[in-house]
């Protein structure tokens, strides 16, 4: 297990109250020993214009995933971990249903983590795949 201590998806899903991920109706699924899975509805909050999943909807998905993913990996009270770069490749379009987010990752390190989350339709298929950059801060600066 890479997780700094123990968390339950009770504790990860009231981490998205009163934020974007609330707002957008996120919602954590399942903590695996080196994984992170996520779930977003492809509705009116997250569809762009022309009726199908927006591409900043995703790169949202993917770094509420990526954010937490580091925050689970370390000292909360030492450390922070803060998004400093993240791209998307949006593969096919989503217009209804759900989104999953599986995060993994790429590099934990003391000053960096880099994820990397794939993102599924409801039949399975690739929808985007992300890769979010983490920059490990100390709490008092």
């Not at 989104?99 to 990397?116: A, D, E, F, L, M």
């Amino acid at each position: 297990m890479i997780w700094f201590e123990k968390y339950d998806i009770e504790t990860l899903n009231g981490l998205r109250n009163a934020n974007m991920a609330g707002n957008l109706g996120i919602e954590f699924l399942e903590i695996g020993d080196d994984y992170l899975k996520a779930r977003m509805p492809v509705d009116e909050r997250t569809k762009q214009a022309f009726g199908i999943l927006h591409g900043g909807a995703s790169c949202v998905l993917s770094e509420t995933l990526g954010s937490v993913a580091a925050w689970m990996c370390i000292d909360p009270i030492q450390k922070r971990a803060v998004g400093i770069e993240i791209n998307a490749n949006h593969i096919r379009p989503v217009s209804e249903g759900f989104v999953t987010g599986i995060c993994k990752p790429v590099q934990v390190g003391r000053s960096i983590h880099v994820w990397n989350t794939d993102i599924f339709k409801d039949d399975g298929k690739l929808s985007a795949t992300s890769r979010l950059t983490c920059a490990i801060k100390d709490t008092n600066i």
